[in-house]
């Protein structure tokens, strides 16, 4: 199935499908064990960060091979690229399945005029384009502070604004912005659900994702879901389950220098985490 035919069947069934960003190979491990111990869909997700890590070309690899081995559908996502130059390099790499063009960061023309063309070289390919039109707060990391609700409403989605950005861009998904921030804070993450169902409302035909998901309790996101979310992105909550599982490890062997002899056990770290989310999501038992 395409990525466009799992949104569809999300949506229809009413589940997300995860959006878990990839760090190292033990983030990568953890999220396609914990996808096929579920029987579950999943999309892995490289930011310009992590594929500077990777390379383009190994990380396609990577997952071309991962969905061999593990025979699960395993969905391919460049996430937060800021440049068509960017989204143009994946398109033309055979294995994505989605790319993500945010120009929040651009006045709206700007930004339009862009996610116009890689939509249109996206669609010659096979691939489905996300839009980002509010710009997204926060960062993928702990953050030892509250959430300012001031600000953050600040950039809260128009639904009017974001048909006519869906209308002139052609983008397949729309990154809604209700309430939602990247990161984990010292206060929950409460979603204005009433804001979500009428942005859907005015975007019929348009798959909406939820950036943000880290730190958003389980409850508000399983709300999400039924106001019409079919793919939500978890960042933060992996790294910390990775750097907190290697903390332990090397607490416990301080004189181990073969990192991989425990990193087995890292990787199921994560996939714990991930296997929660997927549960959340209800998205087990769907592939």
Not at 100 to 116: P, R, Y
Not at 121 to 136: N, P, R, Y
Not at 141 to 152: R, Y
Not at 192 to 219: N, R, V, Y
Request: with cysteine; net charge negative; hydrophobic share 40%.
């Amino acid at each position: 199935m395409t990525a466009r035919e799992w949104f569809t069947r999300a949506e229809k069934e009413n589940f997300a499908i995860g959006a878990f960003n990839v760090d190292n190979l033990e983030i990568f491990k953890g999220i396609v064990t914990a996808a096929k111990n579920k029987n579950s869909p999943v999309m892995v997700q490289f930011s310009p960060g992590e594929v500077g890590y990777f390379g383009l070309k190994n990380l396609v690899d990577l997952v071309i091979n991962a969905r061999e081995e593990y025979k699960i559908p395993i969905l391919l996502n460049l996430d937060h690229s800021r440049t068509v130059e960017d989204c143009r390099a994946a398109i033309s790499q055979p294995g994505f399945d989605d790319v993500h063009f945010d120009g929040s960061h651009l006045e709206i023309d700007e930004n339009i005029k862009n996610a116009k063309d890689v939509v249109a070289f996206a669609h010659s390919k096979g691939v489905i384009v996300e839009g980002e039109m509010d710009k997204l707060g926060g960062s993928s990391e702990v953050h030892e502070e509250e959430i300012d609700e001031a600000t953050l409403r600040q950039s809260y989605t128009d639904p009017k604004r974001a048909a006519k950005f869906v209308k002139e861009t052609g983008v397949d998904i729309f990154a809604a912005v209700c309430g939602n921030i990247h990161g984990t804070f010292l206060n929950q993450k409460d979603l204005d659900i009433a804001l979500l169902t009428q942005i859907k409302g005015a975007l019929p035909d348009t798959f909406l994702a939820l950036h943000g998901g880290s730190g958003t309790p389980a409850e508000q996101i399983k709300l999400a879901i039924k106001a019409g979310i079919v793919k939500v992105n978890i960042n933060t909550e992996l790294r910390v389950a990775y750097h907190d599982a290697l903390l332990e490890k090397l607490g416990e062997s301080p004189n181990e220098y073969k990192i991989y002899s425990f990193s087995n056990e890292i990787a199921m770290a994560v996939a714990a985490v991930v296997e929660n989310k997927i549960d959340v999501f209800g998205s087990a038992g769907k592939a």
